[in-house]
């Protein structure tokens, strides 16, 4: 099943990029396609990467629930960092702070720290076990990360409710 994921996704990553649609002009090419995408599988079935880590099927449909909010907040962060770049005074506060987290697969902690540094004003700087150093902007940055908003919706796309609680 995953290895089938895995397929569809390399070609429909494949097929956006090439903008290869035609089959009648561009037979040639969709086929090349075709062949590098059974080639990649192969080379990740002979490796044994092909497992819950590399292709988290089990979290696709809630990613379809965290994309649209995590892009919400991209936008509500990039207006939040425009106002405060043209402001007269410019109020920020530079800061590290450290973020702690609970995420147990790898997958969800690279999401995590990736939603973090997406967001304009914090980015991610370094991931240790249990917690994130991360740099700031300004001190709503900083509280908006500490009250763990981003990372309760994390934990949702990971299965986990609360703290080592499986989500139903």
């Not at 089959?23 to 995408?37: E, Q």
Request: glycine share 6%; aromatic share 10%; net charge negative.
């Amino acid at each position: 099943m995953r290895a089938l994921v895995l397929f569809i996704l390399l070609a429909v990553f494949w097929a956006l990029l090439s903008g290869q649609w035609d089959y009648h002009h561009h037979a040639f090419l969709i086929w090349s396609g075709v062949v590098c995408c059974a080639f990649t599988l192969f080379m990740a079935h002979r490796l044994k990467i092909i497992d819950d880590e590399s292709v988290p099927v089990e979290m696709f449909g809630r990613l379809l629930i965290y994309l649209p909010w995590l892009m919400w907040q991209v936008v509500l962060s990039n207006i939040d960092v425009a106002k405060r770049v043209w402001a007269a005074n410019l109020d920020i506060n530079p800061q590290m702070i450290r973020v702690p987290y609970s995420t147990k697969k790898g997958f969800a902690t690279a999401v995590y720290a990736n939603s973090i540094t997406m967001t304009p004003g914090t980015v991610t700087v370094e991931v240790y076990d249990g917690d994130m150093l991360i740099h700031a902007l300004h001190d709503e940055a900083a509280a908006g990360l500490q009250s763990g908003d981003m990372h309760d919706k994390v934990l949702k796309l990971e299965g986990m409710k609360k703290e080592g609680q499986v989500s139903v």
